[in-house]
């Protein structure tokens, strides 16, 4: 099976990697992931909209599964192909621009990646992408750390 960038199994088929369609809690958006990573960055998201911005106002712009290849590369797949990534707010954070969050909202979100094995497109060098958020961690120790945070897969 293909892999994405962070090594997670990706298909053109979301049924071949199990992405479900989850709503992100205390909002009314759906992201599609992968179901093995759905509590880590379903729990993200809630604490996105809680701790740093709402989500679920303005223009739909919060999204996970899409399967192609990265953006601006010729080689390698997204890791959105492998459903273990999500943009949030990505128009008010749109590829590109750096410095979209706050300080303040960068410290939190330290702390929420941290929390959750989770690597933010605002931490990158060679290209700004502060919408974005992946897993940094394998498969196996997503599962660890979901049983290890006692969370559970959100319907």
Not at 33 to 48: G, K, N, S, T
Not at 95 to 109: E, I, P, W, Y
Not at 140 to 150: D, F, M, P
């Amino acid at each position: 099976m293909e892999k994405s960038q962070n090594g997670w199994p990706a298909s053109k088929d979301p049924e071949a990697i199990k992405v479900g369609s989850y709503v992100v809690p205390g909002t009314k958006i759906k992201l599609r992931v992968a179901q093995r990573c759905a509590p880590l960055l379903i729990a993200f998201a809630a604490e996105f909209h809680d701790r740093v911005e709402p989500i679920d106002e303005g223009s739909l712009d919060d999204w996970g599964f899409n399967y192609r290849p990265i953006r601006g590369q010729t080689t390698g797949l997204s890791n959105h192909s492998s459903a273990s990534a999500i943009d949030l707010n990505s128009s008010k954070h749109p590829l590109g621009k750096r410095n979209t969050f706050t300080a303040s909202q960068r410290d939190v979100l330290d702390e929420l990646c941290a929390k959750y094995k989770i690597k933010g497109g605002y931490t990158f060098i060679k290209r700004a992408d502060d919408m974005h958020f992946e897993m940094a961690c394998s498969p196996s120790e997503a599962t660890a750390h979901i049983k290890a945070l006692k969370l559970e897969v959100p319907q």
